[in-house]
C-alpha cells in the first residue's frame, strides 16, 4: 500500500484530487494535510468519513516540526503539494501571505522531505520517493491574445504563441510570483540534492467544490441571486478552461510514470474569454432553473484587477506525448455538469458564503 501525504486537501482541486485517487485505486492510503484556511472546507470530504484510507490532519504546511511529525508517522512514499495561497485578487491586498504559504510553506515541505527520505546507504540517494509541486500556467506570465481568440474561439494551435515548459517564467502578480519561487525552489531541490520531484503546470481549473470567489462559481452563485455579474476590464482576457478531474488525472499520470526532475504543462487547448464564460453560464443556469430572468443584462463591467494577465494557453504536447494524457471533459459538457453540481449542492454554497464571505465580497466588490 502506497501512502500519499497530500497538502491541501480540503481545498478544492486537492479534495478532488483525493476523491478521485481513493475511487481510482484501492492500494493507497491518502494522509490529507489542511490548514483549514477560509478556502479549505472539510464538507468537501465528507463522502469519505469512516474511510480508513484516508486520514486528515489539521497542519500547517509551514509548521516544520508537525511536517516532520507526518513524515516520521506515516512514511509517506510521495508528497503532492497542493497547499497554496490561491486567489489572485487576493493576492494584490495581502502579499506576504502568498510568500508565506507558497514560498516558505513549500521550501519547509521540501526540507522535511529531503530529510525524511535521505537513504542511509551512503548513496545520496532517495529512493523510489516522488515530490510533485502543483503548479500554474500564471507563472509564464501573459500570451498575446490569438487571431481566433476574439470571438471568445480558442486560439489554433497551427498559428498562434502557447506557454511550453521552456518558456521562460515571467510572473506578474503577487500570486505568480509566489508560485514560480516556489517552482524554483523545487527545481532546485531536484538539481542540488537530487530529490526526486516533479513540477506540473495547468491553466484554469473549474468543477465541484471551487470556492466561489473564483470567476465560474462567483457567477454562479450570483447569477442563481440575480446579482450583477462583475466582469473585470472589457471581459476580453483569455483562459485555458480544464475540467478539475482531468488535472487530477494529470497528476496521476506524472507521479506513477512521469520522469523525475521534470515539469509538465497540463492544459487542454480550451481557451474562452471571461465574456463567453460569463453569457454561457448565464444561458445555462437560466435553462436550469427555468428562469429568464436571469440574463445577460446582469452582465457588469468593473474596474480591471491590477497587472491583470490578458491571455493564458498551453501547449501540452509533451504530457500527452510522454505520458498519453489529454483532457477527457469537453467544455461543453464540464460546465453543466459543474452547474447542475452546484445547484444540487445548494447547502454547501450557503455554508460557504456566510460570514466571511459577504466582507470579503463587499471589500472586493463594493464601488468597483
Ligand atoms: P484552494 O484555495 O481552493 O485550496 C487551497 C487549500 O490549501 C485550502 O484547503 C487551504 O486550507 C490550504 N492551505 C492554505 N494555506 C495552507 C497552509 N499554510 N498549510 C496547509 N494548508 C494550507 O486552491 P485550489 O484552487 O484548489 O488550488 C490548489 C493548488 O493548485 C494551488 O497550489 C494552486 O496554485 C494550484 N493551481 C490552481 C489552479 C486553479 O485553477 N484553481 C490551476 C493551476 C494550479
Ligand atoms: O491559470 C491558473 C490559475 O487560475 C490558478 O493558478 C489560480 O489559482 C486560479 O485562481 C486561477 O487564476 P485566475 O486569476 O485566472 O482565476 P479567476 O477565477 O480569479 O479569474 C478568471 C478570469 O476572470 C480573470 O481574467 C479575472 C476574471 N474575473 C474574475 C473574477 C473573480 C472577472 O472578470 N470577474 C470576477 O469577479
Not at 209 to 219: A, D, H, N, R, V
Not at 259 to 285: A, L, P, S, T
Not at 343 to 349: D, K, P, Q, V
Request: charged content about 25%; proline content about 4%; overall charge negative.
Amino acid at each position: 500500500m502506497k501512502t500519499y501525504l497530500v497538502t491541501g486537501g480540503a481545498g478544492f482541486i486537492g479534495s478532488n484530487f483525493v476523491l478521485y485517487m481513493l475511487k481510482e485505486h484501492d492500494d493507497i492510503r491518502i494522509v490529507n494535510v489542511d490548514a483549514l484556511t477560509y478556502a479549505g472546507n472539510l464538507e468537501n470530504l465528507s463522502e469519505l468519513e469512516g474511510n480508513e484510507r484516508h486520514i486528515f490532519v489539521q497542519a500547517d504546511i509551514r509548521d516544520r516540526a508537525a511536517m516532520e511529525a507526518l513524515f516520521a508517522q506515516y512514511n509517506p512514499d510521495y508528497v503532492v503539494n497542493f497547499a497554496a495561497e490561491s486567489h489572485v485578487d487576493r493576492s494584490i491586498t495581502d502579499p506576504g501571505a502568498f510568500a508565506s504559504t507558497n514560498v516558505m510553506g513549500t521550501v519547509t515541505l521540501l526540507d522535511s522531505a529531503r530529510a525524511a527520505w535521505a537513504q542511509d546507504d551512503g548513496s545520496g540517494g532517495f529512493g523510489e520517493h516522488r515530490f510533485l509541486q502543483v503548479s500554474t500556467d500564471e507563472v509564464y506570465g501573459t500570451l498575446e491574445i490569438g487571431p481566433s481568440n476574439a470571438d471568445g474561439s480558442p486560439a489554433d494551435p497551427a498559428t498562434a504563441d502557447f506557454f511550453r515548459e521552456t518558456t521562460p517564467l515571467s510572473p506578474h502578480s503577487p500570486y505568480s510570483a509566489s508560485k514560480a519561487s516556489a517552482d524554483f525552489f523545487v527545481l532546485a531541490y531536484g538539481d542540488t540534492y537530487g530529490l526526486p520531484i516533479n513540477v506540473t503546470r495547468c491553466s484554469n481549473n473549474y468543477g465541484p467544490f471551487q470556492f466561489p470567489e473564483k470567476l465560474i462559481p462567483l457567477m454562479i452563485n450570483n447569477a442563481l441571486a440575480h446579482k450583477a455579474l462583475p466582469v473585470y476590464g472589457d471581459g476580453l482576457n483569455v483562459r485555458d478552461w480544464l475540467f478539475v478531474e482531468d488535472h487530477c488525472k494529470a497528476i496521476d499520470a506524472v507521479i506513477s510514470r512521469g520522469r523525475v526532475g521534470e515539469v509538465y504543462n497540463v492544459g487542454g487547448h480550451n481557451e474562452r474569454n471571461n465574456v463567453f464564460i460569463v453569457k454561457k453560464i448565464v444561458e445555462e443556469v437560466s435553462r436550469a432553473v427555468g428562469d429568464e430572468a436571469i440574463d445577460e443584462r446582469l452582465i457588469t463591467y468593473v474596474t480591471d484587477r491590477a497587472g491583470h494577465d490578458r491571455r493564458y494557453g498551453i501547449a501540452p504536447d509533451k504530457i500527452r506525448d510522454e505520458l498519453g494524457w489529454e483532457p477527457e471533459t469537453r467544455f461543453e459538457d464540464g460546465i453543466v455538469r459543474t452547474i447542475e453540481w452546484y445547484l444540487a449542492h445548494s447547502e454547501w454554497m450557503e455554508h460557504v458564503t456566510s460570514g466571511a464571505y459577504q466582507d470579503y465580497y463587499e471589500r472586493m466588490y463594493s464601488g468597483r
